[in-house]
């Protein structure tokens, strides 16, 4: 009850494309959902967070997507960039239970 | 800038030799994690300290320790490193109750095992 499923596990898109990446949670307790980013050799850094009290979230160029009642949220990054290429985590957190679950990650790689 | 500083960036040490990894912060957070990574993996929780109190991972082995001897310091220790425990270590830290209830990474300490 504890994971998060996150698919896909890799992903290719060319420059401009809009890579989505999906995360899946049981625990309804859920109630905080970041997605970080990291690239080779460097610490995970929140890109963005969302709650689920609304449905989307944007800021700058990435978005979240957010369907409580299927226990799904998304990440879209418009108008994709070369330097975007990293791996990209979702997790989840309850306020009672502070700890993140982290998805297994998401190699994103834009091709110039 | 606020931030969460690791000490060394890279470690080498020999199997079976102790090793220490820090973690400081200015963030004033009062929890203070820290995480395995291995390659192509998510991090691993090992274990974490709400202010003093230390809260270890069912599965975390015990050659594993930490220490915080005050709110801006934490401490990993590895008393005696196997090759299997090769991997990226990060502290992170958080303020939970707050508007947000992020984690905040430091940029990692990478170790070998040789």
């Known amino acids: 009850q504890q994971q998060v499923k996150q698919s896909p596990q890799s992903l290719i898109v060319q420059k401009g494309g809009i890579p989505i990446i999906n995360c899946a949670y049981e625990?309804?307790?859920?109630?905080?959902f970041p997605w970080y980013q990291q690239f080779p050799g460097k610490g995970p850094a929140l890109l963005i967070a969302?709650?689920?009290?609304?449905s989307e979230k944007k800021e700058g160029r990435f978005t979240i997507s957010f369907n409580k009642s299927a226990k799904q949220f998304s990440l879209h990054i418009m108008d994709s960039q070369p330097g975007d290429s990293a791996t990209y985590f979702c997790?989840?957190?309850?306020?009672?239970?502070?700890?993140?679950?982290f998805g297994k990650g998401t190699l994103l790689t834009v091709n110039p | 800038d606020a931030m969460v500083i690791q000490n060394p960036r890279y470690q080498v040490t020999q199997f079976g030799k102790p090793v220490t990894l820090s973690c400081s912060q200015t963030?004033?957070?009062?929890?203070m994690y820290w995480y395995q990574q291995k390659s192509s993996q998510a991090p691993k929780l090992l274990f974490h300290?709400?202010?003093?109190?230390?809260?270890n991972e069912a599965d975390t082995p015990d050659n594993f320790q930490s220490r915080r001897p005050n709110t801006s310091f934490c401490f990993l220790d590895i008393r005696s490193p196997g090759l299997g425990d090769a991997a990226m270590y990060l502290c992170?830290?958080?303020?939970?109750?707050?508007?947000?209830?992020?984690?905040?990474f430091g940029p990692g300490t990478r170790l070998t095992v040789l």
């Open positions: 992170a830290t958080s303020s939970p109750g707050q508007a947000a209830d992020t984690q905040y």
């Open positions: 625990n309804t307790a859920f109630d905080y």
């Open positions: 969302i709650r689920p009290d609304v």
């Open positions: 997790a989840a957190s309850s306020g009672s239970n502070y700890k993140l679950t």
């Open positions: 963030l004033n957070h009062n929890v």
């Open positions: 300290y709400y202010d003093k109190d230390f809260n």
